[in-house]
Nanobody, 124 residues
Framework: QLKLVESGGGLVQPGGSLRLSCAASGFQVDPYAIMWFRQAPGKEYEGVLCISRDGGSTYYADSANGRFAISRDNAKNMVYLQMSSLKPDDTGIYYC?????????????????WGRGTQVTVSS
């Protein structure tokens, strides 16, 4: 059974860091694009950062560029989102999602399989 489980969220002060983890089961992550989405309170889902089959990363949230990084551990079947210099605007529920292919695309409709999310709150 295909499953994605996010972890690592929490409350952090502005300027702090968090590393989110996405544990995959029922499939291998490396042939697929894996995207981190987030949903801020009262807002739509927003693509943040994606890792493609070849290991390249694509930013979809301009605000994340230079502060967030995505990585993958094929042996552990995990994908990570390293977030630093966090801002209150980064607050939201963060989801990892599996793409239909190994190529990163921006539309959430191209990511049919999602985890349940992990809450990130950036506040002093």
């Amino acid at each position: 059974q295909l499953k994605l489980v996010e972890s690592g969220g929490g409350l952090v002060q502005p300027g702090g860091s968090l590393r989110l983890s996405c544990a995959a089961s029922g499939f291998q992550v490396d042939p697929y694009a894996i995207m981190w989405f987030r949903q801020a309170p009262g807002k739509e889902y927003e693509g943040v950062l994606c890792i493609s089959r070849d290991g390249g990363s694509t930013y979809y949230a301009d605000s994340a560029n230079g502060r967030f990084a995505i990585s993958r551990d094929n042996a552990k079947n995990m994908v990570y989102l390293q977030m630093s210099s966090l801002k209150p605007d980064d607050t939201g529920i963060y989801y990892c999602a599996r793409g239909m292919s190994g190529t990163c695309r921006g539309s959430s409709t191209l990511y049919p399989d999602w985890g349940r999310g992990t809450q990130v709150t950036v506040s002093s």
